[in-house]
């Protein structure tokens, strides 16, 4: 391993490298089938119990409640952005949702949404670009909404949400894509969590979508076979092909998680990790952080430093460290470490001695 | 390579040896950089190379007309089912399509698509249980027609369409699943070509569609983004995160037959791989093919023997022999030998052999 490098890319982010090294090591022969995971049906016997042991995994991580299901969705995140209104909308009271712009993503969302019914802005950060979560009460949601959606964590912005109260009279949808399983989670708070597997679940393509089973049913007419959320709980997600190889990822990294502690420990290690760098940030004139500190996510950590000249230095010194995918994205500028769950302590702490050591040349 | 077996699956089906170790050798570490293919952003030069490598290696490999868009699609080919009658149906002159009913995926195409316009069965051999393509003139198509549509290969009956002769008046939309790649196909006669990736392409979850460029820009209003083919078209396939490890193998795949020599040579060797067993079953008394002689698959061989308890001993010991996944459909019965183009001969031949050494034994 010794040419891999720290991968801080936003998504497909780096997976545990026990979990990579097993794809590598059974990718010709999976448990003994003479053929490999992605050469095998979905319908066989094989396929059945991993699909099987994810499930199973993931309720006993999250201690998921009986009347929520768990489906593998295909397309991604965004993929939700117009399932979510296509099978929620319809609902009564009303064709309306309530969208929290606090980010890029929740505004495509909103905009999709705003194609299948009537699309009401809760409320937006937008004016101070999404440095934080605008404050807002979830018992105060218009109960003539069919639901409510938020993005937890803003993977562009390095924000996240903390308050999660609400009166559970109007079902809340959200988009996790960027810190499912990163730290606690109440599902039953939620009508429907959602995330792109692409970040701390496994390879690209896909989503997981879990949902309180009485939110099923009150889809669109019009909404296509495979964006029908029912006609995924009614077929164990395979109603055709699905993504089998990122289905087997996931598996894996839900068993390192739980060998590793599972959620409580991960969140602990998350906490760790992020304060390493926003200790650094806070204690330094050089660097600047673009989330406000109450809303910090421990995911996506944003920053930037004085000039885009030394920006540019920063980022090729980075990767010639071995440090890899620090460039923010374009709408916040500077720099960003996505730290998943994957990353080890010893790849941020790599940076932060890289950070320190550029600051004593440059700062 | 000595424990693998040669794997007769329908799909997810096997890949060519060469691709399936250049994945295992390069898993850890992308051309030097350090990180997986899988772990890295599909906005990055690497991803942005191979996506124009594949689409480059396709369009040299079918002679690809330069008024076709290749677009690389969630969900497979089923989300294709929706996702064409929502992009084509509402084209002039009429919200009607003729689909041509030889199997069962065209069965639930076209129930799809009846919930986005009116649909016509143009010719149906379900009377006797799909052996063969309906005697067709697809110069006599319904001119007030949005399109057509047929399955030119199919998978569950292993039949194929040999006539493609049209006018040209009506789009002819082909799903060219299970087959895409395996014959000469002259794309020009199609206004949508598209293939499921499961079979001949590379790993699940993802659909190739190849549009020729006029047909794009007439999908329904309430099409979701990520199932608009226009959205695709634009985005060169990253609207959003695709299926980066799926483009990625089929990439390699596309490399890889090129330097076997292309499309001409791979026919030649399906032809002989097939001829390989049909001779056998036509010398037979035991073995009774499902397809009719004259619309006979190259890719999926259908056949029986005399019993359901034969066919239990054949699939148990053709299992003990490596011979891998040869169980026919439930809507067909009996056995199914999918040689799709990564099946070696070497593979057919060993079943050939096992056939006729069985035959010996027990008929």
Redesign the interface.
Known sequence: ?S???Y?F???????PIPV??Q??EE???YK?????I?????R?KEFDALLDEADTLFKELVSLPSNYKILYV??????Q???IP?NLMNRKPSKKAVYFETGNFAKIAAK?AA??GEVKIGASSSDTNFDRIPDVDLNQIDEDASYAYLTSNNTLYGTRWNNFDNNGKVPIAVDATSEILSRKFDFEKFGLVYG?T?KNLG????AMVIIREDLLGHEY??T????NYSVYEKNHSL????????IY?IGLVLKWLKDLGGVSEIEKRNEKKSKLLYDLIDGSAFYKGHAMPEHRSTMNVTFNVPSPELLDLFLKEALEN?L??LKGHRNVGGARASIYNAMPLEGVQKLADFMKEFERRKG
Chains 1, 2 share one sequence.
């Open positions: 391993m040419d891999r490098v991968n890319g936003a998504g497909p982010a780096m997976l990579m090294e794809i590598k990718f010709l022969d003994g089938t003479g053929v490999s992605i050469e095998i049906s979905h066989s295909h397309g991604g995140a965004q993929m952005f117009s399932a296509m999709e194609r299948y792109g692409q390879p690209s393509g896909l007419p019009e296509p076979k495979l964006l109603a055709n092909t699905p993504n089998t190889f990122a990822a071995g890899y995918a």
